[in-house]
């Protein structure tokens, strides 16, 4: 009969992804003719708790090349963007989140500038769309099955025959050396 015990560990408690597309505008000096490219640099973020649900703080830098003036000129304009998202992750076995846990925030999808047209009045409206994945690491038990008895140790035999032995005596040479 197998006895089980518990063994306290870390472990993956909980695990969501999310996909975000969202719309920005910058204004700028001049009044664009054509937006010749739009890239985005320096994602940075990190995870926290928030109640019940995780929260994510991040920042990333946007920055586009239009030109102006009948297109005889360019220039690039930037734009740190900071964001705040909150994610209702779902735990497993109830999961207790206000212990010692540990979050982990990955970027599934980079922040990628998808759409960029030009507005009104001196404006550039651009689409940004990323892919969050966060992992909530806490503490967790594994119940095991213990078994009572230590399985003897088996005997180990040589596989060499008297044969074998006869053989080598027969084949060494003495004077090798």
């Known amino acids: 009969m197998a006895i089980f015990k518990e063994i306290v560990t870390k472990a993956?408690?909980?695990?969501?992804?999310?996909?975000?597309?969202?719309?920005?505008?910058?204004?700028?000096?001049?009044?664009?003719?054509?937006?010749?490219?739009?890239?985005?640099?320096?994602?940075?973020?990190?995870?926290?708790?928030?109640?019940s649900k995780i929260g994510v703080n991040g920042?990333?830098?946007?920055?586009?090349?239009?030109?102006?003036?009948?297109?005889?000129?360019?220039?690039?304009?930037?734009?740190?963007?900071d964001y705040s998202e909150l994610?209702?992750?779902?735990?497993?076995?109830?999961?207790?989140?206000?212990?010692?846990?540990?979050?982990?925030?990955r970027t599934l999808s980079q922040p990628n500038c998808t759409k960029v047209n030009i507005g009104d009045n001196g404006t550039i409206?651009?689409?940004?769309?990323?892919?969050?994945?966060?992992e909530i690491v806490g503490e967790t038990k594994v119940k095991i099955a213990v078994e009572e008895e230590e399985e003897p140790w088996e005997e180990v035999e040589d596989e060499v025959t008297e044969q074998d032995l006869k053989e080598i005596d027969e084949n060494v040479d003495e004077n090798y050396i």
Do not use: M, R
Not at 87 to 105: C, H, P, Q, Y
Not at 125 to 134: A, I, M, T
């Open 125 to 134: 409206n651009f689409d940004v769309e990323k892919e969050l994945g966060v």
């Open 59 to 81: 920042s990333y830098d946007v920055n586009i090349w239009y030109s102006y003036d009948g297109d005889s000129k360019t220039t690039v304009v930037s734009k740190t963007i």
């Open 12 to 51: 993956v408690v909980g695990k969501g992804k999310k996909y975000f597309k969202n719309n920005y505008s910058i204004d700028v000096e001049h009044q664009p003719t054509t937006v010749l490219g739009c890239w985005i640099i320096n994602h940075k973020f990190q995870g926290f708790k928030s109640g």
């Open 87 to 105: 994610f209702n992750i779902k735990t497993k076995d109830e999961a207790d989140l206000s212990g010692d846990t540990d979050i982990i925030v």
